[in-house]
């Protein structure tokens, strides 16, 4: 089949991180005491433990951190929903990271009305206007055979790279700073690194997607005028058609010298198509957290299998003993796991892993 008689299926388009900094006023000191979070990141550094801490501030419960952050925020909050930078005297007042597995459950826009909702019961008001700093656009595709290499991409940026796995390539990356596009196996990804299997039920499918990524920072933004989660609705068409149009394309190599006269990968036009109809696409929203759970069960009963073999075949050498049935397995499983039994470690120690879960940890 030729690369123009192949389909390509676009599965699922949306917004996968947004970076932004809010400019409030300060909080009342009975909903977030600064003090009393620099007592708690002092504690947790002191006990040099790497866990956070759980804590109500406002409506909301957030871990707080025993770190501060790169940008110079002196506290760290986690939930579900955000990452939150912040601090007393800094300017802006905090930095907002909207994470992937909200913004695939909820909308930008309403992830950050209800990042507001929570400042409001802080006590806090905003100042101005949001600041958006960093917008990562997606689109998945069904691609069961890639037809394309690094030659076939045509950018205005400089830079480029590509990232291999056992002599396969996985990854394409060209540019650096302001614009990077990525166009990568999103099936291996998951699979070595993010572990975000609840994409499966989004896509309909476990295999053979490639996702097109546009990582855009503050200075394109704001050279679109999108400032704003009102700006980024309205404008987000405009931005992603000069992404695609001209920042980026995907060509059919032929024997022009000249790369910018190959013709577009079909794959491209389809792109292009998929983009001028934007505002007519469906999103899709999905609340991951039990599929990963799930997986995440599966995983452990796999490990705890094998570790059950190693101790039937451990025993087996010790005794002198030619095999062990499953059942004796289980039985030697639970009177070891029963000798190291405390309930008091046993209850505090599946709270802390339940709240884990709850903000976020999955």
């Known amino acids: 089949m030729s690369v123009e008689q192949r389909a390509y299926k676009l ?26 979070l620099a007592v708690i990141k002092e504690q947790l550094r002191m006990n040099k433990s790497r866990e956070p801490r759980a804590v109500k501030l406002g409506d909301t419960e957030y871990f707080i951190h025993p770190y501060g952050s790169s940008s110079g925020f002196p506290f760290v909050l986690s939930n579900e929903d955000f990452k939150i930078e912040l601090g007393e005297f800094n300017n802006p007042s905090c930095f907002v990271t909207y994470r992937s597995q909200a913004l695939w459950r909820q909308s930008a826009s309403t992830l950050h009305d209800k990042f507001v909702v929570w400042a409001m019961s802080v006590g806090c008001e905003m100042q101005q206007p949001e600041s958006l700093s960093r917008v990562d656009f997606c689109f998945d595709y069904s691609l069961a055979e890639r037809d394309f290499d690094a030659d076939s991409f045509v950018s205005l940026s400089d830079k480029d790279s590509q990232h291999r796995e056992n002599g396969t390539v996985q990854t394409f990356t060209l540019g650096k700073g302001d614009v990077v596009l990525r166009v990568y196996d999103k099936i291996a990804e998951i699979r070595q690194q993010s572990a975000k299997v609840w994409f ?29 989660f009102v700006d980024l609705q309205e404008r987000q068409g405009a931005l992603l058609h000069f992404l695609a149009e001209s920042h980026d394309t995907l060509r059919i190599r032929t024997e022009d010298s000249n790369r910018s006269r190959w013709p577009l990968h079909p794959l491209w036009i389809d792109l292009q198509q998929r983009i001028a109809a934007l505002h007519m696409l469906e999103s899709k929203h999905l609340d991951g957290k039990e599929l990963v759970l799930d997986e995440r069960l599966m995983r452990l009963t796999i490990s705890i299998y094998g570790y059950l073999k190693r101790m039937a075949a451990v025993s087996c050498v010790k005794h002198e003993q030619e095999m062990m049935t499953e059942e004796e397995a289980f039985q030697l499983l639970g009177e070891r796991l029963h000798s190291l039994f405390d309930p008091l470690s046993w209850k505090a120690d599946v709270r802390k892993r339940i709240k884990a879960i709850e903000l976020g940890e999955w």
Request: glycine share 6%; with cysteine.
């Open 11 to 36: 599965l699922l388009h949306g917004i996968d991180t947004v970076q932004c900094a809010y400019y409030l006023t300060q909080p009342a000191s009975k909903y977030l005491d600064f003090r009393a």
């Open 200 to 228: 499966h039920e989004l896509w309909g499918q476990d295999e053979h997607v490639w996702r097109i990524e546009w990582q855009v920072r503050k200075a394109l933004l704001k050279g679109f005028s999108i400032r704003t």
